[in-house]
C-alpha cells in the first residue's frame, strides 16, 4: 500500500519476458506522449475502494486531498463503478484515470466537468422483463455469452414489436444494459412495450445517433478523414520507417479514392498471428489498405512512395481487421514499444469468445498516441453489416474502455484515426482488441471502442509466439 497523501504512478503490470532483451523505443516519440507522462499517473494509491468505505480509516483524507478545495467524494453508479470529486474549482489537468483501481469523475460548483461514468438511462416498461436465467451478470461477460443473448433480446423484443432491430447489446460495469435502436424509431412511442429490465439488470434505450460516434464509424466502407502522417500543429508523430516490424509501426496504403490531395491512408500494425496450416499475416484497418491492397512504411522525405513491405490477403467480416501477408523480407516481431516506464508487454495470447479475463486496464501503442491507457468499462454485442457467415452469430463483439474525462479537459490526449489497427491489451498481457474508434462529444464522450480480439480467432487465427 502506498504511504496515505503520497501519490504515485503504476505501471501496467507485465508478464516476465521469456529472453533477456533490450527495450524497443521509437526513434521519435510523439508529442501525445510526452504529454501524456506529464499527465497524471495511471493510478493513484494503490489500496482498492471497490468495495472499501472512504469515510473510514485512512482513506477520506486520501481521497480529500487528491485535488485542491475538494468538497466531497462518492461512490457513484450501481455496484460502485468510479468515484465522483465535487471541487470548487476545476484543477489544472492532468487529471489522473483512476483511484485506487476506479475510474474517476469531477465535477466544481458551476456544474463544469463530469458526474456520471455512463449516461443516465430512458427505461423501458419496468414491469417487463426478459432473459432472467442464463446470463452471468458477474463482471463482464464473455463474447460468446453476450452475442448470445444479445440474440435472445432480439427475438423477444420483436414478437413485441415486430420491425425493430437491435442495432447493438451494451453491458457495463456497472451491471447496466444499454440498447441502440435505428434512428427512425421514435423510442418515447415503444417505451411502454419494451423491456425494462435484462436479466435481471436495467436497461435503458437510445438512437444510434445519440452515440455520437464519428460518422464513418457505423460504416466500415465509409470514407474516412485522412490523418497525414507528418507533424500537425507542431506535434510530432512517429513516421519511422522501422527495419524491423512490431505493433504500433506507422503503415500506410495509397487509396485516391479517399481525398483528391492526400490519398495516402496511414493507420497502425496490428499484430503477427497465423492459421492453422502455419501461414502468418500482419493485422491492420482494413479500411487502411487501398483498393491495389499494397501496404507499405511511410515515404522517406521528397519520396512519394514509402518501401512496400506486403499485401492484403484476408478480411475478417463486419470487424474493420484485414490481414496483411507480409513480404518475404520483412521481419515482424510481437513485442510493442517500451511504455514510459520502460516496460514492454509479452503477449500471452489472443483472448478467445468463452473467455472472461479478469483484466481491467486497457493499453495501446501508437505512432499518434505512444502508451495510451484507459480502464475496460462495457462490452458490447454490435448487427453485423453483412450477412452473417456461416456458424457466426449475427452479431459482433467489441470492449469499451475510458479514456478519462473529456469535459473541460481540453489537453487531453486521445486516439486518432490513425490509431486504427492497434492492438488493445490488458495487464495480464491479454490482446483483447484492436482500436476502432473514439468518440470526442456527447454523452458518450472519453470512451472508445474495439473489435474483439475473439473476432480474429473465430476466424481461425491465433497469435504468433
Not at 145 to 165: F, G, I, N, T
Request: aromatic content about 8%; glycine content about 8%; some cysteine.
Amino acid at each position: 500500500m502506498a504511504t496515505p497523501g503520497i501519490i504515485r504512478k503504476e505501471a501496467l503490470p507485465q508478464a516476465p519476458h521469456p529472453r533477456p532483451f533490450h527495450p524497443p523505443r521509437r526513434n521519435i516519440t510523439p508529442t501525445a506522449e510526452r504529454l501524456s507522462s506529464k499527465h497524471a499517473p495511471l493510478e493513484l494509491w494503490s489500496k482498492e475502494l471497490k468495495d472499501a468505505d472512504i469515510f473510514e480509516g485512512d482513506v477520506a483524507p486520501v481521497l480529500y486531498n487528491i485535488f485542491p478545495g475538494t468538497v466531497d467524494v462518492a461512490h457513484m453508479g450501481n455496484f460502485r463503478s468510479h468515484i465522483l470529486f465535487v471541487v470548487r474549482e476545476l484543477p489544472p489537468a492532468p487529471w489522473p484515470l483512476t483511484v485506487g483501481g476506479l475510474p474517476i469523475t469531477i465535477v466544481d460548483d458551476d456544474e463544469r466537468g463530469r458526474v456520471l461514468l455512463f449516461p443516465r438511462q430512458n427505461t423501458g416498461n419496468l414491469s417487463r422483463s426478459i432473459c432472467r436465467e442464463g446470463f452471468d451478470t458477474e463482471g463482464l461477460p464473455s463474447d460468446d455469452d453476450l452475442c448470445k443473448l444479445a440474440v435472445r433480446v432480439s427475438s423477444e423484443v420483436q414478437r413485441v414489436v415486430p420491425s425493430l432491430r437491435i442495432l447493438e447489446l451494451m453491458f457495463t460495469t456497472e451491471r447496466t444494459f444499454y440498447v441502440v435502436l435505428e434512428n427512425r424509431i421514435q423510442i418515447r412511442n415503444i417505451e411502454s412495450m419494451l423491456p425494462g429490465s435484462i436479466a435481471n439488470c436495467l436497461v435503458g434505450y437510445l438512437n444510434d445517433e445519440d452515440m455520437r460516434r464519428p460518422r464513418w464509424a457505423a460504416d466500415l466502407q465509409a470514407k474516412r478523414p485522412i490523418e497525414p502522417p507528418y507533424p500537425v500543429f507542431g506535434r510530432s508523430i512517429d513516421d519511422t520507417a522501422y527495419d524491423t516490424l512490431r505493433p504500433g509501426v506507422m503503415i500506410c496504403s495509397r487509396n485516391p479514392s479517399y481525398h483528391r490531395h492526400v490519398n495516402t491512408v496511414p493507420t497502425t500494425a496490428g499484430i503477427l498471428v497465423e492459421n492453422g496450416v502455419g501461414d502468418r499475416f500482419m493485422t491492420a484497418a482494413s479500411h487502411g489498405i487501398g483498393p491495389h491492397g499494397t501496404v507499405a512504411l511511410p515515404s522517406p522525405p521528397g519520396e512519394v512512395d514509402g518501401k512496400a513491405i506486403g499485401k492484403a490477403a484476408v478480411e475478417i467480416p463486419d470487424t474493420g481487421v484485414g490481414l496483411v501477408e507480409l513480404e518475404k523480407d520483412v521481419e515482424f516481431l510481437n513485442e510493442t514499444f517500451e511504455d514510459s516506464v520502460g516496460g514492454v508487454p509479452a503477449f500471452s495470447h489472443m483472448v478467445t469468445s468463452q473467455e472472461k479475463p479478469k483484466g481491467r486496464f486497457s493499453c495501446l501503442n501508437s505512432p499518434y498516441t505512444g502508451n495510451l491507457e484507459g480502464t475496460i468499462v462495457m462490452k458490447s454485442a454490435r448487427l453485423r453489416s453483412t450477412s452473417t457467415p456461416k456458424g457466426r452469430l449475427p452479431y459482433v463483439a467489441y470492449l469499451w474502455s475510458y479514456c478519462g474525462q473529456e469535459e473541460d479537459n481540453e489537453d487531453k490526449v486521445r486516439p486518432t484515426d490513425g490509431s486504427c489497427g492497434s492492438a488493445i491489451w490488458d495487464e495480464n498481457s491479454i490482446v483483447r482488441g484492436f482500436y476502432h474508434y473514439h468518440v470526442a462529444e456527447g454523452l458518450w464522450a472519453g470512451f472508445s471502442a474495439a473489435v474483439s480480439a475473439s473476432e480474429v480467432v473465430d476466424a481461425g487465427y491465433r497469435l504468433v509466439s
